[in-house]
């Protein structure tokens, strides 16, 4: 079994949760996820089974969205719900300071990563560091935020919400804090949906127990095959005996093919082989999903 399952985490789950219900429920071991969904958080969360692992890495690095909940006028250890209150402050605010500060952070901006996170530093990850109560130096990092959409704004209850296309790595639980201190008031991230990444939309993404009912019934259709998330790409067909070439380790060239273009490659038969780059008139395997018979 190979393909991608776009699967609508629950809250409560951890990701690897999710990993293990799946293999349970599927009966393989070989599967993986696309990056990691807090347990309070929601929502997309693509898992790569079988052979399909191998693009995790690939999947991760693409665009992400989210809807977050903010919460203004305290500050918690975690920065969002789930943490203790630090600080509190006043909400003197109205809704036009919120959409202007809020456009402050599209584009190309700097972001600390929060201490309760699973960056690692000198072999050991942030947020078991920040259980011991130990705060380290974090440098900046260069994230994109490609749009910010505010949803709804309720001064009332001191709360708005915001849809957020942002690149890989963006913290949004740090977006929601960095806002607040930017406004001249605290904030948290109170609630977070992740409504697509990538490709995959929330709209196509299955619960965990659809899932196990489709799949006792023999209906597999919640698998994307693996060639699917990489249609963007240029096709490129091979003949039998290129292929075998190309799949034994030969760098081989292939008629049309551009420099600096990457392709999804496929046999005559139409099995998808590999993603590979066109480099010096050759072909440079990125990724094989060929698997001898």
């Known amino acids: 079994m190979n393909g991608i399952i776009n699967i609508n985490k629950p809250l409560g789950m951890t990701s690897h949760d999710v990993v293990g219900r799946l293999r349970r429920i599927l009966g393989i071991k070989k599967i993986g996820h696309t990056g990691t969904l807090d347990p309070d958080a929601s929502g997309v969360l693509p898992m790569c089974i079988g052979r399909a692992t ?87 990092r260069p994230v994109t935020i490609e749009k910010i959409e505010i949803l709804s704004i309720d001064l009332e209850n001191k709360k708005f919400s915001m849809k957020v296309d942002c690149s890989k790595g963006t913290y949004i639980r740090t977006l929601c ?30 619960t ?24 963007e790409l240029p096709k490129l067909i091979l003949s039998s005996r290129r292929a075998r070439l190309m799949c034994n380790g030969v760098q081989i060239s292939a008629q049309g093919i551009i420099d600096g273009e990457t392709y999804r490659v496929y046999d005559e038969s139409g099995s998808f082989l590999t993603i590979s780059e066109a480099e010096n008139g050759l072909l440079k395997i990125l990724k094989t999903f060929y698997q001898a018979n």
């Open 54 to 140: 191998k693009t995790a890495d690939m999947l991760t690095a693409q665009n992400k969205q989210y809807i977050a909940e903010v919460t203004l006028g305290s500050a918690t250890t975690t920065l969002d719900a789930s943490g203790e209150v630090t600080e509190t402050s006043e909400v003197n605010v109205d809704e036009s300071d919120i959409q202007s500060v809020v456009t402050e952070f599209v584009g190309d901006i700097m972001q600390i990563p929060p201490m309760y996170s699973a960056i690692k530093i000198d072999g050991k990850r942030l947020y078991e560091l920040a259980r011991d109560g130990v705060e380290v130096e974090r440098k900046p």
């Open 177 to 206: 804090d960095d806002i607040g201190r930017r406004l001249g008031c605290l904030a948290h991230m109170s609630a977070l949906i992740r409504t697509r990444s990538g490709r995959f939309c929330i709209d196509d993404a299955y």
């Open 208 to 231: 965990l127990d659809e899932v196990e009912k489709m799949a006792e019934n023999g209906n597999m259709s919640f698998l994307v095959p693996i060639d699917k998330v990489f249609e």
